[in-house]
């Protein structure tokens, strides 16, 4: 079965970076592109961008333009979000979401990770 | 960019009853590239329908998707105590995906 885990909760100060990682299993991890989601306290869902794990092309939300880069392993079947210049307004769960379709981007966020929650304070 | 808003903010309803969710875009969303999930409190997000009517697998009858262009319909024929949630919308149909603001469906 399909199953994406997520690295552990991050407390970081404003300027500070963040990593997250998300770990794939139980199925082929290069055919289905990777999306990051986040979610503040309360809030609704926004998207951050898509990782295609097969070349490592990316696109990212002009919101998060030149503060986050997805990247992946492929050795490993991870892949990961860095979020820089951090700021309180960055405090949110994040989560790794698999594309509902093998080979090509749909934008339908099928499978999730369990989120991890990055605290942003001084 | 599409903006996605979702009416009522907030259902009150009693199990048994259908509830009715509204998602309007601010401009056609192409192919009825539209998704609904459901969330519930501490948990993520779970894909009910994709393509504004096909449902997930797994995804019970009573969840059923509508409409086309800028208007779309969340029902629930008849809910279930499992069925009290947040529910949003989000369209695929540009590059850049956008969520509504989300419905909540809580127990009358």
């Known amino acids: 079965q399909v199953q994406l885990v997520q690295s552990g909760a991050e407390v970081k100060k404003p300027g500070a970076s963040v990593k997250v990682s998300c770990k794939a299993s139980g199925y082929t991890f290069t055919s289905y592109y990777m999306h990051w989601v986040r979610q503040a306290p309360g809030q609704g869902l926004e998207w951050m961008g898509i990782i295609n794990p097969s070349d490592g092309s990316t696109s990212y939300a002009q919101k998060f333009q030149g503060r986050v880069t997805m990247t992946r392993d492929t050795s490993t079947s991870t892949v990961y979000m860095e979020l820089s210049s951090l700021r309180s307004e960055d405090t949110a769960v994040h989560f790794c979401?698999?594309?509902?379709?093998?080979?090509?981007?749909?934008?339908?966020?099928?499978?999730w990770g369990q989120g991890t929650l990055v605290t942003v304070s001084s | 960019e599409i903006v996605l808003t979702q009416s009522p903010g907030t259902l009150s309803l009693s199990p048994g009853e259908r509830a009715t969710l509204s998602c309007r875009a601010s401009q056609s969303v192409s192919s009825s590239f539209l998704a609904w999930y459901q969330q519930k409190p501490g948990q993520a997000p779970r894909l009910l329908i994709y393509?504004?009517?096909s449902r997930a697998t797994g995804i019970p009858d009573r969840f059923s998707g509508s409409g086309s262009g800028t208007d779309f319909t969340l029902t629930i024929s008849r809910l279930e105590p499992e069925d009290f949630a947040v529910y949003y919308c989000q369209q695929y149909g540009s590059s850049s995906l956008t969520f509504g603001g989300g419905t909540k469906v809580e127990i009358k």
């Open positions: 979401v698999r594309d509902g379709r093998s080979g090509s981007y749909l934008g339908v966020l099928h499978y």
């Open positions: 393509g504004a009517s």
